[in-house]
């Protein structure tokens, strides 16, 4: 079967400033995007313009360059070469005096190598008595214009004179966007080295030029009592500030060597700020001195990726008088390089809808980033002829019509046989065809299903708890095949360990010198190949070389995939209960791994802050996905294949397009790292949980929080809809089991176009309305759910005394 093609090959990687690398298909014309929202191939984080200092901020064929602070990194991809020929060409004279500029500013700067590498590119070395003079110098034509030049370089530069905020677009993201630097060759992308990490020493540069460190608190503390004095509808939106602007002064201060005036700015502020910014703040108080910022990742992210603050036009149009009447321009200047303001027409939003949204590392998503289509439909089922034998006649005749429908996946309207006009085309991805096996498999699913429990809050599941004893809280993951026969725990003395939950014991195949003499044409072949003296409840898999994370089934029950901390994911056949394949892309601890619905395909994620889509026929990843600022923790497929969720300790939940490894949706509201995913069965929603003990519930067609339940008073570490969709279990490590009624949760949406557009949600305060029970352990933290195919709920987690 034909995989996803394989990126390697068709790819360039294009490295945007305010996130990590991101696989995109190449596109011709693909300049980098100015102003607002920024083109939705831009990378995870949409690309809005802005003044950013990074290395490689190069523009696409004859694209606009992007705005540029720290010239000493950035002039040599934004100022494309020129050659020395083209210096006589008609209309290459303003070119050179752009160059000229430049250099003369990297000059004034004494920024020696920088002006160098510009020289050398631009072939300039070897002309530099006939048309530059001195090194250094302008010649006399161009040096009005060059010096013209230079002060709009200049004018963007944090400390000099504050440029006008622009009034239009919806984003404050500004810099120079005249002819300061020459457009790209037509044809030549602009030629830029790739790197994996943006350059740090480019990355903390912008902190160089700053005020005087004794009027921070000043400005801060104006800026506090501006906006507490301000009307209440523009109060809690302009209190988004607080948190982004501390942290930029903060560090701006330690960048500078204050270190008396940071310490004493971070003691007096830092208690101002939300609840859920306490990790981050201790992690910042340990930020003393400027050695300690080159190695610290979460102080790079903040600065490389900008704070988004979603803000009405009014309020906006009051911060921005206040700062130009008070002159206020540092703290205008963070705004300008670090902050990107989405603003919207309308009524300011309420406190309430604000938390709701906010608490991420960067800030809400920009609107921009959830518009894009997804195909959330269910894929048609395969029509399956049910063979017509005698023990069958009776099951064909209690099924009739409803064989041929999706019966795991079963939601309103699923009978039909017309194909959902929400699903992908059924052949957008290549999926593997049906095996003869998969086929008795599926109809068995469907005489289960017709026996199946219809739920909901006056017939509530049953729930059968699998508790793993003297695990020592060595009990790191847990897995149930779909038809509930084996269950699999991975743990920390990196074993992974299968048991059968059924009377059927595990066996393996038979050695290759005794399959020789078996009669394939038999009918019970598959009986006789299986080597009955290996017959055990129990299978112990060996090969990590660290604690299993993660662990998951493939949907024929054929293989297993586990995830360690020693960076590989295994497959392990269920047949001879050997390793087949050791995975290896990730260089760090990896936290969870799962099989696509469909087999083939799976998803791992983990501490390098990346997912990876692979297939188990090949030995690289067909799809990196990248963008999150944190560890992935958790990882799961949507049930038609064509995308993948992901939950990271960067408080953000993404989507992402298996077909072109793009990022469609990015959620935000979590106040903690997230732990747990789970798709409903028709495709529509998404419920996610994390530390903060909540579990939001999203509509995935618009990108929308639609509720909140809670309850937990721990993290949430597993969550699974019923087979029908009508109930939500949520498993926590407050040793519970709670289960809601998702039909109520998810009736009567309120998505009109309006909140569409502004994200003004109101969420029902009903967790208690919705929770139809809750069932305590003794003392055992719930790590895994999984509903039977009649609708009973297994929950698993190792015994943990107290």
């Not at 003079?133 to 370089?153: H, K």
């Not at 009978?415 to 929400?422: A, G, H, M, T």
């Not at 604690?547 to 056949?573: H, I, K, Q």
């Not at 949406?749 to 003794?778: C, R, V, W």
Request: charge should be negative; glycine fraction near 8%.
């Amino acid at each position: 079967m034909a995989a996803l093609a394989e990126e390697q090959t068709e790819v360039a990687v294009k490295l945007e400033p305010e996130g990590p690398p991101t696989l995109l298909p190449p596109q011709s014309g693909d300049g980098a995007s100015e102003g607002s929202g920024g083109t939705p191939n831009n990378g995870p984080n949409g690309g809005g313009g802005g003044t950013v200092a990074a290395s490689s901020s190069a523009g696409g064929d004859g694209g606009t360059p992007k705005p540029v602070v720290a010239v000493s990194a950035a002039a040599p991809a934004g100022a494309a070469p020129v050659p020395a020929a083209a210096a006589t060409a008609p209309g290459a004279s303003h070119d050179r005096q752009t160059l000229l500029a430049v250099l003369q500013f990297l000059r004034q700067s004494n920024l020696r190598e920088a002006e160098e590498a510009l020289r050398r590119e631009a072939r300039l070395l070897e002309e530099a008595g006939a048309g530059a003079g001195a090194p250094g110098e302008v010649d006399g034509v161009g040096a009005e214009a060059a010096s013209a030049l230079l002060s709009r370089v200049t004018a963007s530069v944090p400390g000099s004179a504050v440029p006008e905020p622009p009034g239009t677009g919806a984003s404050v993201a500004t810099g120079f966007s005249g002819s300061a630097a020459a457009p790209a060759a037509p044809g030549k992308v602009g030629s830029v080295a790739v790197e994996d990490q943006p350059d740090v020493s480019a990355v903390l540069s912008a902190y160089n030029q700053q005020g005087d460190p004794t009027m921070y608190e000043e400005y801060y503390s104006g800026l506090k009592h501006f906006i507490e004095c301000s009307l209440d509808c523009h109060r809690a939106e302009l209190s988004q500030l607080f948190y982004p602007l501390f942290v930029h002064m903060y560090l701006e201060l330690v960048y500078n060597q204050h270190e008396n005036e940071a310490k004493s700015f971070f003691e007096k502020f830092h208690g101002d700020q939300e609840c859920y910014y306490q990790d981050d703040l201790r992690v910042l108080s340990s930020l003393t001195k400027k050695e300690h910022m080159k190695g610290n990742e979460t102080m790079l992210d903040f600065r490389t990726s900008k704070f988004v603050l979603r803000i009405s036009r009014d309020s906006y149009q009051l911060l921005k008088r206040h700062l130009q009447e008070k002159q206020n321009n540092q703290i205008w200047n963070i705004v300008q390089e670090h902050l990107y303001i989405d603003i919207f027409d309308g009524m300011p939003r309420s406190k309430q809808q604000i938390d709701a949204m906010v608490g991420s590392l960067a800030g809400e998503a920009k609107r921009e980033a959830n518009k894009s289509k997804v195909f959330f439909g269910l894929l048609k089922e395969p029509e399956i002829e049910v063979p017509l034998d005698d023990e069958d006649e009776e099951g064909e005749n209690e099924e009739g019509k409803p064989k041929k429908k999706k019966p795991k996946k079963d939601s309103i309207g699923s009978k039909s046989k017309k194909q959902d006009p929400n699903a992908p085309p059924q052949n957008r991805i290549p999926l593997p065809e049906l095996k003869d096996s998969d086929k008795l498999d599926k109809i068995m699913n469907m005489k289960e299903t017709t026996k199946r429990v219809r739920l909901g809050p006056d017939c509530l599941p049953s729930i059968c708890f699998y508790t793993f004893l003297n695990a020592y809280q060595g009990l790191t993951a847990v897995d149930v095949t779909d038809d509930s026969s084996l269950i699999a725990g991975g743990f920390a003395d990196s074993t992974v360990r299968v048991w059968s939950v059924t009377p059927k014991k595990l066996r393996s195949v038979k050695q290759a010198s005794d399959l020789s003499l078996i009669d394939k044409e038999s009918d019970d072949v598959l009986e006789r190949i299986m080597d009955e003296k290996t017959a055990s409840e129990l299978k112990i898999l060996y090969g990590h070389s660290g604690p299993v994370y993660g662990a998951s089934f493939s949907p024929d029950r054929n293989y297993l995939l586990s995830s360690s901390e020693d960076g590989t994911v295994r497959l392990w056949s269920l047949q001879t209960f050997t390793c087949l394949v050791g995975y290896k892309g990730h260089n760090y601890p990896v936290w969870d791994t799962q099989f696509s619905p469909h087999g083939y395909y799976f998803v791992s994620g983990g501490h390098d802050r990346v997912a990876r889509l692979w297939a188990t026929d090949h030995y690289q990843p067909l799809r990196i996905f990248a963008g999150h600022l944190a560890d992935v923790n958790c990882t799961r497929f949507h049930p038609n294949s064509n995308y993948v969720a992901t939950g990271s300790a960067d408080r953000t939940v993404r989507l992402w397009d298996v077909l072109n490894g793009n990022c469609v949706r990015i959620f935000t509201g979590h106040k903690g790292p997230i732990h747990s995913l789970t798709f409903s069965p028709n495709g529509r929603f998404l419920a996610t949980g994390a530390t903060d003990g909540r579990v939001l519930l999203w509509d995935i067609g618009h990108g929308l929080m639609v509720g909140e339940l809670k309850g937990h008073t721990d993290t949430v570490c597993s969550l699974r809809f019923s087979r029908d969709g009508e109930i939500l279990a949520s498993g926590s490590m407050d040793n519970t089991v709670r289960l809601w009624d998702a039909i109520k949760a998810f009736e009567d949406l309120e998505t009109d176009d309006f909140t569409t557009a502004t994200g003004h949600i109101n969420l029902p305060e009903n967790s208690q309305e919705l929770l139809l029970g809750t069932y305590m352990t003794k003392s055992t933290p719930v790590v895994h759910l999984h509903f039977t195919r009649r609708n009973l709920v297994l929950a698993a987690g190792a015994y943990s005394p107290q």
